[in-house]
């Protein structure tokens, strides 16, 4: 997502070329005398098709790999929009660039980052919530959408439930990471972390790099397709002067609301885990907050490190806790090693979000991540995550689980659910 600009390809030695020796159609040879401005400009030329040429290739590509569904290309308008996250007169107007939704796709056909998936009991109807991308909504700035399906199977999309508004803190076209929907108290609750790059809160030579506003808010629904509006405008939830992402809802064994959140290795270089508590009614934070671990505490990391005198960074991504059958809090939660992206696993010795957390062994490699785990309608217990990595080749990814009373454990890869990208 990151110029140095090099010279065109013009090579000294252009300028004293040697008469260049051609055959004609009767295999007669001549010396074709040259000029150091003619050859350069020959050779320019050349160039300048053979670019060409790859730009052809290169475009031809992508509008493969963008092909509806996977990245459709709709129209991006610009139009105003409410507080609430919905546009105004224009949204019942298709034309105005809302996407058409697709029916019968398997999950090669969607881009997804950062899967989440709500089973919803009383439609039984899954949703799968990701980032919306304003070239694949048509809305001209950043959202969340949803994919609905039956059979985890077959699935319908995308349905946008959530853009950001003009008005509040965070730029609309500054993106939208790990949207998370939430059934809370007989409603639905948003999490997603927004940015402003243009409120810089530190910036060198005081920090290592930049720091900017991003954080994660909170915006509730009556239903899961939304639309959902922002509880907090000013700000996140989240610290202001603190860079923070991927936060989750845990409620304790009190019925207390927390965020769990990662504070952003870009400020902290090591990268944390913390909480925070909520309102009962999640419209803002009330205390302060409390560490959990940092990433370096994870021994498969430190196993990999070597001497060095660079500086070392280390990520937290996407946490997830659960209560396994006999009572153990668990924390799901992503980093990387030296081959890419990691689904990992936390356990708290003390059963409380407090901790202290124990490092367990990942649960998948292969550049997966930022997994969730969720129960099918008839019980049985799954986790969807993003493999690989970086979109536009990102796809949520299913395997069953066991929940062995200590841990989670995979079972097997679902790659019947996986299906094969449509023509």
Not at 11 to 29: C, D, F, I, M, Q
Not at 299 to 328: A, F, H, M
Request: with cysteine; hydrophobic share 35%; proline share 8%.
């Amino acid at each position: 997502m990151q110029s140095n600009r090099k010279q065109p390809a013009c090579p000294e030695y252009l300028a004293n070329v040697k008469p260049v020796l051609r055959s004609t159609a009767k295999g007669e040879t001549f010396a074709k005398n040259s000029t150091p401005l003619g050859d350069t400009l020959r050779w320019a030329g050349r160039i300048a098709i053979v670019f060409f040429g790859l730009f052809l290739l290169l475009l031809v590509a992508y509008r493969a790999n963008c092909a509806e569904p996977a990245c459709p290309e709709y129209p991006m308008k610009e139009k105003s929009f409410t507080k609430d996250g919905t546009a105004g007169r224009a949204a019942k107007d298709r034309s105005a660039g809302s996407p058409n939704p697709k029916q019968g796709l398997r999950l090669a056909d969607i881009l997804v980052h950062d899967p989440f998936i709500l089973p919803h009991k009383e439609s039984q109807t899954y949703y799968l919530y990701t980032s919306a991308w304003p070239n694949i909504t048509g809305l001209g700035r950043f959202g969340v959408m949803t994919y609905k399906s039956k059979d985890l199977l077959n699935w319908n999309g995308p349905y946008v439930v959530f853009v950001v508004p003009d008005g509040v803190w965070a730029n609309p076209m500054h993106g939208t990471w790990a949207p998370e929907v939430h059934e809370y108290k007989g409603k639905y609750y948003l999490f997603v972390t927004l940015h402003n790059r243009d409120k810089i809160i530190a910036e060198p030579p005081k920090v290592w790099r930049v720091n900017h506003w991003r954080g994660t808010v909170i915006a509730e629904s009556s239903s899961p397709e939304g639309p959902f509006k922002l509880l907090k405008e000013d700000g996140p939830h989240t610290p202001e002067n603190f860079m923070t992402l991927d936060g989750t809802l845990y409620v304790d064994e009190n019925g207390q609301p927390w965020m769990v959140y990662c504070h952003e290795w870009i400020q902290v270089i090591d990268g944390t885990m913390e909480a925070i508590c909520l309102k009962d009614d999640l419209s803002s934070a009330v205390g302060e907050p409390i560490h959990l671990f940092k990433a370096s505490d994870a021994p498969w990391i430190n196993t990999e490190s070597t001497p060095s005198v660079r500086q070392r960074q280390y990520v937290t991504d996407g946490p997830q806790l659960y209560r396994t059958k006999s009572d153990q809090l668990v924390m799901l939660w992503s980093s990387y090693n030296k081959n890419g992206y990691v689904q990992t696993i936390a356990r708290s010795k003390s059963g409380k979000i407090e901790g202290p957390w124990k490092q367990l062994e990942p649960l998948v490699y292969d550049d997966s991540g930022h997994g969730m785990l969720f129960k099918k309608f008839e019980g049985q217990l799954m986790l969807v995550l993003h493999q690989p990595f970086r979109p536009p080749l990102s796809r949520a990814k299913i395997y069953e689980m066991e929940d062995t009373g200590d841990t989670f454990r995979v079972v097997r890869a679902r790659e019947d659910l996986h299906g094969k990208t449509q023509e």
